[in-house]
């Protein structure tokens, strides 16, 4: 059974002050995510990524259609919490999640609110930083540490509540390389190693390629799904709506074009070195 | 002459406390009119402290900032002077929008400026354009805004100044790829209609790549490396060890070399790529 479950979903914001109402954020969105995929949503900015994020743990409750989560309405108010525990939601800015002034004692405030039992939110929290690589700081102030740091702790204190499915809203755009490079090693692992459903939005193409699945949102609505090599393979649509192809791609199109055979699905410097090696031997 | 020159200046957050931290180490950098400057590092490497020096914003502790070969300490009305010659724009300036109106957020640097209600407007119409800021919008509060506008209100409010040398500390981040390209280009244009010089932090080596006539590399608060773009790629061993990279475009290029193909290892960008995987494929086909 999927663990989000989008069917015919359309939302909007309230009104502004004028009263305008405004253009739907979310457009009859269908999409079924399944447990232990990991997913990248890629999209412009103002394309409706975020909302999504907020309606699938029920931040946001659609105006029409319906979001369901391991099979919950997220408009019953009784599941709510089961919800909640069910999808975790980490922001783009690390400043705005930390709320304790030790770094364990930031990652044990949601298990504390579950009412979780002392023992074992001790070792919910030990587990969770091991994860994300940073249980060496665990008695250090949030405040000295770098940006890429602080949203490894922010995603440890999602991990301690031990959610089926993360969602992350742009986790590494404040973040310099090492940073992004940290934080996505973090998230592999949640995937990979503790099965949890991953849903990645990003705006960095070189990030999105290492999901097994991704979904392309344009002017509110789905307009791409599909593993990275299909997604990619198709350049001109991509780049229609704002959004790019990784630099490989950008460069096998360029030679395509120009009558040299390689193809164009090239995501990694790896595919990109052995195909023209490839064709330079054939010869 | 130099336009914009550091020497030996060091700066200590926290000095005389026991949590001193050095976050500039003796750094000499030298940048001359006209210039295009990237200045790359990693987080903590002493970037964001550097160019909040140099339009006097923090003192140093040791050392002197010279513009047009002056001290811009040496008098109060130097300092007041060169905050207006040389105009800083922080990371994530959207944050720093304030007033109620696009237009007056935009006036504000040019009213402290003193200058004609008449100037100021002049000011303000030709800084939004510079941004691709719509007249209508002018009158809108910042905050109804994406994103992606209000960076360009906030960069419009520096521009608005008229500076000789124009910083951006890390311009394009958190933006999508159309945001990205549209803030460089704007930067582009803005220095090649008045010549001004620019100086960017930067963390995207393809950036840097396209764009900078000069790469200031900065690391542990100190300058690591600094020269023309090709000087500074060719170190992608160094540069890694730093904990910076190379465009993803370079890295082919080595691969491609350490299987014994005859490529040039000074590819920054995809155009570059393109013409000598090219040349790559046509001698190949000659040598049959």
């Known amino acids: ?283 | 002459m130099s336009h914009l020159k550091t020497e030996n200046l060091t700066y200590i957050y926290g000095a005389g406390t026991p949590f001193k931290i050095t976050a500039l180490d003796n750094v000499n950098i030298n940048i001359e009119k006209g210039d295009f400057v990237a200045i790359i590092g990693h987080t903590g490497s002493g970037k964001s402290t550097l160019v909040q020096h140099l339009n006097g914003l923090l003192k140093p502790t040791d050392g002197k900032i010279f513009l047009d070969g002056e001290d811009i300490h040496q008098s109060k009305s130097k300092l007041f002077d060169t905050r207006f010659r040389v105009g800083l724009c922080f990371q994530y300036p959207e944050y720093q929008l304030f007033e109620s109106t696009v237009y007056k957020d935009i006036a504000f640097g040019p009213a402290n400026m003193g200058l004609s209600t008449a100037e100021i407007d002049e000011r303000v119409r030709k800084a939004a354009k510079y941004v691709g800021i719509p007249d209508e919008m002018l009158s809108k509060s910042p905050f109804d805004l994406s994103g992606g506008e209000k960076r360009r209100v906030a960069i419009a409010g520096v521009i608005s100044m008229e500076p000789e040398i124009l910083i951006l500390d890390e311009p394009t981040s958190g933006l999508d790829p159309m945001g990205r390209e549209q803030i460089l280009d704007l930067i582009k244009n803005y220095r090649e209609k008045t010549g001004s010089t620019v100086i960017i932090v930067s963390h995207s080596m393809d950036d840097v790549a396209r764009f900078a006539t000069k790469v200031i590399v900065m690391n542990d608060s100190k300058v690591d490396l600094m020269g023309t773009v090709d000087g500074i790629f060719e170190n992608s061993t160094h540069l890694q060890e730093i904990g910076l990279s190379v465009p993803q475009i370079t890295e082919v290029f080595i691969r491609l070399r350490k299987k014994g193909y005859p490529v040039s290892e000074k590819i920054y960008t995809v155009e570059q790529g393109y013409r000598e995987l090219k040349r790559l494929f046509e001698g190949s086909v000659n040598n049959d």
């Open chain 1, 1 to 283: 059974m999927a663990i989000i479950k989008f069917e015919n979903v359309t939302f909007r914001y309230e009104s502004d002050e004028e009263g305008v109402a405004l253009a739907p954020a979310v457009k009859d969105f269908s999409l079924s995510i399944e447990k232990g995929e990991f997913v990248a949503i890629l999209g412009h900015n103002g394309s409706g990524k975020s909302t999504l994020a907020k309606l699938a743990n029920g931040l946001l409750l659609p105006e029409k259609g319906r979001v369901l989560v391991d099979g919950m309405d997220t408009v019953n108010e009784e599941d709510d919490i089961k919800i909640k525990q069910t999808v975790g939601v980490v922001f783009q800015n690390p400043d705005n999640q930390i709320v304790a002034t030790i770094v364990e004692e930031d990652v044990a405030f949601g298990p504390e609110n579950l009412g979780i039992e002392p023992t074992e939110i001790r070792r919910r929290v030990d587990s969770a930083l091991k994860t994300v690589g940073m249980y060496e700081y665990r008695k250090h102030g949030p405040h000295k540490l770098s940006g890429g740091q602080k949203q490894r702790v922010a995603i440890a204190g999602i991990i301690a509540m031990e959610p089926r499915c993360i969602i992350l809203d742009e986790p590494t755009a404040m973040l310099d390389p090492i940073g992004r490079r940290d934080v996505m090693n973090a998230i592999k692992r949640l995937n990979r190693d503790l099965g949890i459903t991953v849903v990645f939005i990003t705006h960095y193409m070189e990030e999105a390629v290492e999901a097994d699945r991704i979904v392309v949102m344009d002017d509110s609505r789905l307009l791409m799904d599909g593993t990275p090599k299909e997604v990619f393979a198709d350049a001109t649509k991509i780049r229609s709506i704002g959004l790019d192809v990784p630099q490989t791609c950008q460069l096998s199109e360029l030679l395509r074009a120009d009558g040299i055979k390689l193809k164009n699905d090239l995501l990694s410097i790896d595919e990109l070195v052995e195909n023209i090696d490839a064709l330079l031997k054939g010869k």
